[in-house]
Nanobody, 115 residues
Framework: QVQLVESGGGLVQAGGSLRLSCAAS????????MGWYRQAPGNKRELVAT???????NYVDSVKGRFTISRDNAKNTVYLQMDSLKPEDTNVYYC?????????WGQGTQVTVSS
């Protein structure tokens, strides 16, 4: 079992920044990949960014150049730095990890960007 604790969501004006955090209850070295997804009401959950155990990253086109995914191995935590936020980034953001060939999800954190 892996517990994930998310934090960092909130309300921000367009052009502003937020940083999301996701702390895992297991060593980050034992996790295959960590990522952030987002979902608006009535929409499918979409991938935002992932970081693999080797450090490689992947982003959805709509956030490239604005969002940065990173991790702190000592804290077993993955971050999503979100800059130049747009109203269309408003969503609930979920942390997801792959551990022992199973996916685990965080509880979600609301990000609201006002115009």
């Amino acid at each position: 079992q892996v517990q994930l604790v998310e934090s960092g969501g909130g309300l921000v004006q367009a052009g502003g920044s937020l940083r999301l955090s996701c702390a895992a209850s297991v060593s980050i070295f034992s996790i295959t990949s960590m990522g952030w997804y987002r979902q608006a009401p009535g929409n499918k959950r979409e991938l935002v960014a992932t970081i693999l155990s080797g450090g490689s990253t992947n982003y959805v086109d709509s956030v490239k150049g604005r969002f940065t995914i990173s991790r702190d191995n000592a804290k077993n935590t993955v971050y999503l730095q979100m800059d130049s936020l747009k109203p269309e980034d408003t969503n609930v953001y979920y942390c997801r990890v792959l551990y022992s060939r199973r996916a685990y999800w965080g509880q979600g954190t609301q990000v609201t960007v006002s115009s």
